[in-house]
């Protein structure tokens, strides 16, 4: 009788639980906050160090070949903290804020980082001290560790069949490409947006992506 019970419950619980339907990414530097971290290039022999400022620069890096990078190691020390002096970039905050608190039960909202994983907890503390705070509860923060993040959405996806619609903010043309791609391969009938954000003169766009 009591394993009847747990079963019914089960069931009841599965079937009264809104699906998932929509699927909302948000990505942290230079999306949700203007990054003041800054990813050091150090020469293995000489103890030299240079700062990569950008994301373009880092991507641009990143696409020299191995005997350019030769003697060089990359240090990320900076961004496993967010300084509270870190400015929010209002425009995105308040559409993030604004799909974090919608009453609609079928959409899952979620921040994946290229930072690492010890680093959830600072983006977490930045976004919960805003002002008005923003209830992250039900906001799942990933770090990727400077993975790819085409593999981890395709999880969630695999996850929730029920997903129609998706839309990703996201500053690197890399992870839009990488993540597009991905989408048309494994999940063609989902409705796609991709915004890359791009600040000008101090105005932020949002441009659809569609390089």
């Known amino acids: 009788m009591k394993l009847i019970l747990e079963n019914w419950r089960r069931y009841l619980t599965e079937f009264l639980e809104t699906p998932i339907t929509k699927l909302r990414v948000f990505d942290f530097d230079d999306t949700l906050a203007h990054t003041v971290a800054k990813i050091k290039v150090i020469n293995t022999k000489t103890g030299e160090i240079r700062t990569l400022d950008s994301q373009k620069e880092f991507e ?23 300084p509270e002096e870190t400015p929010p970039i209002e425009e995105i905050i308040k ?60 999880r969630e996806l695999d996850g929730m069949p029920n997903v129609n619609s998706f839309i990703m903010f996201d500053d690197s043309e890399m992870n839009l490409v990488e993540v597009r791609t991905m989408l048309e391969e494994n999940f063609p009938d989902i409705e796609v947006k991709l915004r890359r954000p791009k600040i000008e003169d101090g105005e932020v766009r949002l441009p659809i992506f569609r390089d």
């Not at 641009?60 to 967010?82: C, H, M, N, R």
């Not at 959409?107 to 983006?123: D, G, Q, W, Y």
């Not at 001290?129 to 085409?150: M, Q, Y």
């Open 95 to 154: 559409i993030f804020r604004n799909m974090v608190e919608h009453p609609g039960k079928d959409r899952k909202v979620m921040i994946i980082t290229a930072r690492m994983s010890e680093a959830v907890p600072e983006i977490k503390d930045y976004l919960e001290n805003l002002k008005p705070p923003i209830d992250l509860d039900d906001v799942e923060v990933v770090g990727t560790g400077g993975e790819s993040k085409a593999p981890y959405i395709q």
């Open 60 to 82: 641009a890096y990143e696409e020299k070949g191995d005997e350019e990078k030769e003697g060089e190691t990359l240090d990320f020390s900076e961004f496993e903290k967010v």
